[in-house]
């Protein structure tokens, strides 16, 4: 009887001792958990480039203080690379170029981060798209799914207005029966992204079209207030909605000022990027600067009102593309697509002729060049910025390289890259130079620019 109740009092102890480590252990968890998920929301770029003799990787990606989402990208980047490599192993004398870049587009707390996905296998002219998009609810921290977000019924009601769009579009579209068939089935491909003026139905390439490019709907959201969680959305009228035009000309100088004076063209590639290039612009106004923006058709449609603001504040803005995709690689229809699709965006935002284009990476050849009706625009001096990542270094090379005439390269995806710029313009300013855009330039010089013509430098 004595070892009968020693064992239950050892039992009972146990059981108690166990029960308050268990409940320890899930205090602890829920702790730690609140810490990782419910820090002020911070959203950074991080830079990866790997070029070899057969393959170009370019990769800019997301990090957030949040360690579950930052983990399911890097696991997804591994594998998007792994595979890549793994493609390509046997085509050792032939480009191929695998590219991941990401866009985000703000709704009340909500960030719906799009991850675009893009490679290219030149032996067999293999292309291969996979977009993502994830939402970061900004308030918490925390991932969420679109299911929390929208109803089940929000592809049914925008069928017609994406039907409408597709229509209208001048793209060329697959037989009618196709479309419906696509269209019905909107739920297994099409991804939704939410800004602040509208929703956008992002279609990707080859389900609708032959276009290599993704195809982007707005939807207002007047059509939609019902289908969307008003947990995490509100809504204005719908004339709050709307994009104004340019309200300013362009903010011209007069450029009699900057005659006889030695003149620096900076210009920055890749962007608009946010908060960084709206710091840009706000400090280059401080010091009379003004430069030249290349811009990636597929990062502006969610910032329109940040490239209104660059417009009237007098930098020039020209085409980067659209997907930043090398253009020796592209048929004729793509070519078409990624010039005139960007034009046609940076256009209805400035209501002018996108007069400039930089080719990424700067790979052109005499058949583009005659093919594109516009300014090639290169550089002969750069930074490198996106290597170093340094802010004295890129201030120092800038200041090195200096010389009246020159087109600078730098990237304003990078806050080091706009420090940098800034520092060489304070310090240059002292040595007599001014900062002008591409443009004005040209015109102070005296020098037309022509299309179908490539310029290193304005001299």
Same mark, same amino acid.
């Given at each position: 009887?004595?070892?009968?109740?020693?064992?239950?009092?050892?039992?009972?102890?146990?059981?108690?001792?166990?029960?308050?480590?268990?409940?320890?252990?899930?205090?602890?968890?829920?702790?730690?958990?609140?810490?990782?998920?419910?820090?002020?929301?911070?959203?950074?770029?991080?830079?990866?480039?790997?070029?070899?003799?057969?393959?170009?990787?370019?990769?800019?990606?997301?990090?957030?203080?949040?360690?579950?989402?930052?983990?399911?990208?890097?696991?997804?980047?591994?594998?998007?690379?792994?595979?890549?490599?793994?493609?390509?192993?046997?085509?050792?004398?032939?480009?191929?170029?695998?590219?991941?870049?990401?866009?985000?587009?703000?709704?009340?707390?909500?960030?719906?981060?799009?991850?675009?996905?893009?490679?290219?296998?030149?032996?067999?002219?293999?292309?291969?798209?996979?977009?993502?998009?994830?939402?970061?609810?900004?308030?918490?921290?925390?991932?969420?799914?679109?299911?929390?977000?929208?109803?089940?019924?929000?592809?049914?009601?925008?069928?017609?207005?994406?039907?409408?769009?597709?229509?209208?579009?001048?793209?060329?579209?697959?037989?009618?029966?196709?479309?419906?068939?696509?269209?019905?089935?909107?739920?297994?491909?099409?991804?939704?992204?939410?800004?602040?003026?509208?929703?956008?139905?992002?279609?990707?390439?080859?389900?609708?079209?032959?276009?290599?490019?993704?195809?982007?709907?707005?939807?207002?959201?007047?059509?939609?207030?019902?289908?969307?969680?008003?947990?995490?959305?509100?809504?204005?009228?719908?004339?709050?909605?709307?994009?104004?035009?340019?309200?300013?000309?362009?903010?011209?100088? &007069?450029?009699? #000022?900057?005659?006889?004076?030695?003149? !620096?063209?900076? =210009?920055?590639? +890749? $962007?608009?990027?946010?908060?960084?290039?709206?710091?840009?612009?706000?400090?280059?106004?401080?010091?009379?600067?003004?430069?030249?923006?290349?811009?990636?058709?597929?990062?502006?449609?969610?910032?329109?009102?940040?490239?209104?603001?660059?417009?009237?504040?007098?930098?020039?803005?020209?085409?980067?593309?659209?997907?930043?995709?090398?253009?020796?690689?592209?048929?004729?229809?793509?070519?078409?697509?990624?010039?005139?699709?960007?034009?046609?965006?940076?256009?209805?935002?400035?209501?002018?002729?996108?007069?400039?284009?930089?080719?990424?990476?700067?790979?052109?050849?005499?058949?583009?060049?005659?093919?594109?009706?516009?300014?090639?625009?290169?550089?002969?001096?750069?930074?490198?910025?996106?290597?170093?990542?340094?802010?004295?270094?890129?201030?120092?090379?800038?200041?090195?390289?200096? &010389?009246?005439? #020159?087109?600078?390269?730098?990237?304003? !995806?990078?806050? =080091?890259?706009? +420090? $940098?710029?800034?520092?060489?313009?304070?310090?240059?300013?002292?040595?007599?130079?001014?900062?002008?855009?591409?443009?004005?330039?040209?015109?102070?010089?005296?020098?037309?620019?022509?299309?179908?013509?490539?310029?290193?430098?304005?001299?």
């Amino acid at each position: 009887m004595d070892l009968l109740k020693g064992l239950v009092k050892k039992y009972q102890k146990w059981t108690i001792t166990t029960i308050l480590i268990l409940l320890l252990t899930i205090i602890i968890g829920i702790i730690i958990f609140q810490y990782n998920n419910n820090q002020e929301f911070k959203l950074e770029m991080e830079v990866i480039k790997e070029t070899k003799d057969n393959y170009n990787i370019e990769i800019n990606y997301p990090v957030l203080n949040n360690k579950g989402f930052n983990k399911k990208i890097t696991n997804l980047i591994t594998t998007e690379k792994n595979n890549f490599k793994q493609k390509i192993k046997d085509i050792p004398n032939t480009s191929n170029e695998l590219r991941i870049d990401y866009d985000y587009t703000l709704k009340d707390n909500i960030y719906s981060i799009h991850l675009l996905i893009y490679s290219y296998t030149g032996q067999n002219n293999e292309y291969y798209h996979n977009d993502k998009i994830f939402y970061i609810n900004k308030a918490t921290n925390q991932e969420l799914s679109l299911s929390d977000l929208v109803n089940s019924d929000i592809y049914t009601n925008i069928k017609e207005d994406c039907k409408n769009y597709l229509t209208n579009k001048k793209i060329p579209l697959y037989e009618d029966n196709v479309i419906e068939q696509a269209l019905d089935n909107l739920a297994d491909f099409a991804l939704l992204a939410f800004s602040e003026e509208e929703m956008f139905v992002i279609i990707p390439p080859y389900k609708v079209s032959d276009n290599e490019m993704d195809i982007n709907i707005n939807i207002k959201y007047n059509k939609i207030k019902d289908d969307l969680n008003t947990k995490y959305f509100t809504f204005a009228k719908d004339e709050d909605y709307q994009v104004s035009g340019p309200t300013t000309n362009n903010q011209e100088r &007069n450029l009699d #000022n900057f005659k006889n004076k030695k003149l !620096l063209a900076i =210009t920055f590639d +890749d $962007g608009p990027n946010y908060k960084v290039t709206k710091y840009l612009i706000d400090e280059l106004e401080k010091r009379n600067a003004r430069v030249t923006f290349f811009m990636v058709g597929n990062r502006i449609n969610s910032q329109k009102e940040l490239v209104k603001e660059i417009y009237e504040k007098g930098h020039t803005i020209g085409s980067h593309s659209y997907d930043h995709k090398s253009l020796t690689k592209l048929k004729e229809n793509q070519l078409k697509q990624e010039i005139d699709t960007t034009n046609e965006i940076i256009q209805s935002i400035t209501g002018e002729t996108v007069k400039y284009l930089r080719p990424p990476y700067g790979n052109y050849n005499k058949d583009i060049l005659n093919e594109i009706d516009m300014t090639f625009i290169l550089w002969n001096v750069d930074t490198e910025d996106w290597k170093s990542k340094d802010k004295d270094k890129v201030c120092n090379h800038i200041i090195t390289h200096a &010389n009246d005439g #020159n087109i600078i390269l730098l990237h304003d !995806l990078y806050q =080091t890259s706009v +420090d $940098g710029a800034l520092c060489a313009i304070d310090k240059l300013k002292n040595e007599g130079y001014e900062f002008v855009t591409i443009e004005e330039m040209a015109k102070i010089k005296g020098i037309e620019l022509k299309n179908h013509t490539a310029y290193r430098y304005i001299k």
